[in-house]
């Protein structure tokens, strides 16, 4: 018996278009593909990485900190050296709290073919460590800790100058 080929040219295949509509639409497999889930593209925290985290601490707490640095000046021979000062002072901390609640059902948690409470936790971490970033720049000092650009008596250095 002969063997009959049938060929069908490559031009020709890459035309064919499928439509899921009608009946047809009842056979076509639609694959979750998990494992190419597209993220959001997200911020990075800015602050997190340079803070340090304390632990088991109960009320307000206070932490001795550094003012200025002393003076330096480049005198001539004979000519006396102006004396010079460095002071020190305390950070009060009083805690604050943040946080994120995002209600899942049980159902999704069983059901669905993700591990969506890593995901969801996941996003959860992300959005803390922003919102932290947040507080940490531009703080009020009311409900949330004071940023850096509302606190007072920090150095400001202005790079306009000719000498910043």
């Known amino acids: ?16 278009t499928l ?12 694959r979750l593909m998990v494992g190419s889930m597209i993220g959001l593209l997200r911020n990075q925290s800015a602050i997190l990485p340079y803070c340090t985290f304390m632990n088991d601490l109960k009320g307000n707490i206070t932490i001795p900190r550094e003012g200025a640095d002393p003076s330096v000046a480049w005198v001539s021979e004979g000519q006396t050296l102006g004396a010079s ?19 899942v059902s049980k159902d999704l948690i069983k059901q669905t073919s993700l591990d969506v409470e890593a ?4 996003k959860i971490i ?3 460590a922003l919102g932290i970033d947040k507080a940490a720049i531009y703080g009020d000092g009311v409900s949330e800790p ?7 008596g ?11």
């Open 1 to 16: 018996m002969k063997q009959k080929v049938f060929f069908i040219p490559d031009d020709i295949i890459g035309q064919r």
């Open 19 to 30: 439509t899921a509509a009608g009946e047809g639409a009842k056979v076509i497999d639609d």
């Open 85 to 103: 000062s460095t002071d020190f002072g305390n950070l009060k901390l009083s805690p604050k709290k943040v946080g994120s609640l995002v209600p």
């Open 119 to 122: 995901l969801i936790a996941r």
């Open 126 to 128: 992300t959005a803390l």
């Open 146 to 152: 004071l940023g850096l650009l509302n606190e007072t």
């Open 154 to 164: 920090l150095a400001v250095i202005d790079f306009s100058a000719d000498n910043p």
